[in-house]
């Protein structure tokens, strides 16, 4: 008899496999990052397909194979209609998935990243469609990201200078992207002395950054995800954190 067991599950993709089946990447509770084999998910009368969209949550058995494991069963806990009946929002929950299944590695189970995507994808499928635009998925989506760095330990240095380890204060600071942690402006002075650029030394992988900025990164990595509809940011300051947050993603694996 073939191995079977039962946990919730996020899915996160699903892709042609083979002539009838598909493959699915699915983030479990219980076995973390999982891609499974759904069979016959492509036939019009599949039972299992409608429970197995991507960004939906429920419950699957797992059955253990010789080269992937397979679905055995699922039953759907909720489809996020919400999410998907909305263009805007079906983005950002898009670039969220996407995010969390490029750093998270595979069958390695954290109950904390699958309460934070499932917490995440709530109060995004919940968030009042008359009052959902850019800059609230923006602020969302930079809310989730910079907790999922924290939750996979690459939250980056806020308090202190990474070059003098001086506390930071009000003033001209930047990011450095690349090493994850600010530099003050005494210490990215004497960096500019020893190396040069085209740019006046400063490189892609410095960004200034302003003091409300860093406030907003702090409040974000300390607080959680229900603070996020909360907080009344400008576009301006939304923007300066975005380019922060995607910049500091790109330099992680």
């Known amino acids: ?34 891609s499974l084999v759904a069979r016959g998910a492509k036939k019009l009368r599949s039972k299992l397909a409608g429970h ?3 960004i939906s949550r429920g419950d699957i058995m797992i059955i253990a ?17 919400n999410i998907k009946s909305d263009l805007n929002k079906l983005f950002f929950a898009g670039r969220a998935v996407r995010i969390f299944s490029r750093l998270v590695k595979d069958n390695q ?10 917490g995440w994808l709530d109060l995004l499928d919940a968030y009042p469609a008359a009052e959902f635009s850019r ?12 907790r999922l760095l924290g939750e ?11 070059d003098c380890h001086r506390i930071i204060v009000a003033g001209h600071n930047y990011f450095d992207l690349k ?20 740019d006046g030394g400063q490189g892609i992988e410095l960004l200034t ?36 947050v995607n910049g500091f993603l790109d330099f992680r694996d």
């Not at 800059?135 to 910079?146: D, K, R, V």
């Not at 600010?182 to 650029?197: A, Y």
């Open 65 to 81: 194979g010789r080269g992937f494991d397979y679905v055995g069963g699922a039953s759907s806990v909720t489809a996020y209609q």
């Open 135 to 146: 800059w609230s998925g923006e602020l969302l989506f930079n809310f989730f990201a910079i």
């Open 109 to 118: 189970a954290d109950s904390g990243l699958f309460f934070l995507l499932s």
């Open 179 to 198: 090493n994850g942690g600010l530099v003050d402006e005494e210490c990215f002075k004497l960096r500019q002395r020893e190396f040069t650029s085209s």
């Open 52 to 54: 197995l969209e991507p």
């Open 209 to 244: 950054i302003s003091d409300d900025c860093i406030k907003l990164w702090r409040f974000m990595a300390n607080n959680s995800l229900e603070n996020a509809i909360k907080l009344k940011i400008n576009q301006k300051l939304i923007k300066e954190l975005s380019n922060s």
């Open 1 to 34: 008899m073939e191995a079977t067991k039962n946990t919730a599950a996020i899915v996160l993709n699903r892709q042609p496999y083979r002539e009838s089946d598909s493959l699915i990447t699915v983030y479990t509770l219980d076995y973390g990052k999982l």
């Open 152 to 162: 996979l330990g690459y939250n980056p240095q806020m308090t202190e200078c990474l």
